[in-house]
């Protein structure tokens, strides 16, 4: 009766038998309406299904089962539950019973709801921006490593932010040629330096994306020997592609002047 969690006995219908106060506070009920009580009637109707066949299987199975369900208050206000539901060997003399424990876990619902709202909102937003932010870390005798990265990773070189990580430096995808750029504009500023270019990157997918970065390098607040490096990634594919049929156009028109 003192417990934290709430404790229900069943029987095979899933008719409740005994309730502890813990129970009957979180139903927001008394133990004496609670007593003899389908438990399915306290069910939101949506997870009622859920609930059934979650008594089904611990009575079939023998073994302890659980599941999450959405209960409904008698004001009509809605909570999550966790249910666990062991069997209880039936006797002639004692029918199978079966004895769940009930935990409260709308708060962890909510957190879950709102960290799949913020992936949500962050995707929408990947999808349609065309910058990459980062920061990246090192120590004086090694190279730099991605910590931290946001944006339209996934759009601009075809790979996940887990990726990018895994790799530890973007250099991994800066095309051979552009290495030296890479190099001295971006790794190989010192701290209190700021720089910019433009490279290409080879896209997972084998195509080139033309990019502009900046970056800012300052010592690491943390450690008097580590080197912090912010950075911003823009695909600027659009705009070479226009400056390159600009050019053609441009060359062309010399051409067909220097004719007439």
Same mark, same amino acid.
């Given at each position: ?6 404790? &229900?006995?069943? $029987?095979?219908?899933?008719?409740? &038998? ?9 139903? $927001?009920?008394?133990? +004496? ?7 399915? =009637? ?6 009622k299904e859920i609930f059934f066949r979650h008594l089904e299987t611990v009575l079939n199975s023998g073994n302890k089962s659980e599941c999450e369900l959405q209960m409904r208050k008698k ?10 539901? +062991?069997?209880?060997?039936?006797? /002639?003399?004692? /029918?199978?019973?079966?004895? @769940?424990?009930?935990? $409260? ?8 709801? *709102?960290?799949?709202?913020? %992936? ?5 937003? +990947?999808?349609?921006?065309? $910058? ?15 910590? !931290? ?10 790979? @996940? %932010? ?7 430096? !973007?250099?991994? &995808? ?15 500023? @010192? /701290?209190?330096?700021? *720089?910019?270019?433009?490279?290409? &990157? ?7 994306? !033309?990019?502009?970065?900046? @970056?800012?390098? =300052? ?18 594919? *659009? ?22």
């Open positions: 009766d003192l417990a934290p969690v709430g404790y &229900l006995t069943l $029987d095979q219908k899933g008719i409740i &038998l005994e309730a502890n106060f813990a129970a009957a506070e979180m139903l $927001d009920v008394g133990r +004496s309406f609670l007593k003899n009580t389908p438990l399915s =009637v306290l069910v939101s109707s949506g997870h004001d009509g206000a809605t909570f999550h539950i966790r249910m666990t539901s +062991s069997f209880v060997n039936s006797s /002639p003399e004692n /029918p199978a019973k079966v004895f @769940s424990t009930l935990v $409260d876990i709308t708060e962890r619902k909510k957190v879950e709801a *709102d960290l799949c709202e913020a %992936e949500r909102r962050h995707r929408n937003v +990947s999808n349609i921006t065309s $910058d990459i932010a980062y920061s990246c870390s090192k120590s004086v005798d090694t190279s730099y490593h991605i910590d !931290w990265i946001t944006g339209a990773v996934e759009r601009i070189t075809g790979y @996940s %932010e887990d990726d990018l990580k895994t790799l530890g430096c !973007w250099r991994g &995808l800066v095309i051979p040629e552009e290495l030296a750029v890479f190099d001295k504009h971006v790794i190989g500023i @010192s /701290p209190g330096e700021m *720089d910019n270019c433009e490279l290409r &990157l080879r896209h997972k997918s084998g195509n080139q994306v !033309w990019v502009a970065s900046s @970056s800012k390098c =300052v010592m690491d607040p943390e450690s008097s020997d580590s080197f912090r490096l912010y950075g911003g990634i823009k695909d600027i594919s *659009d705009q070479k592609t226009a400056f390159e049929l600009l050019r053609e156009n441009q060359d062309r028109f010399r051409v067909a002047a220097e004719c007439a």
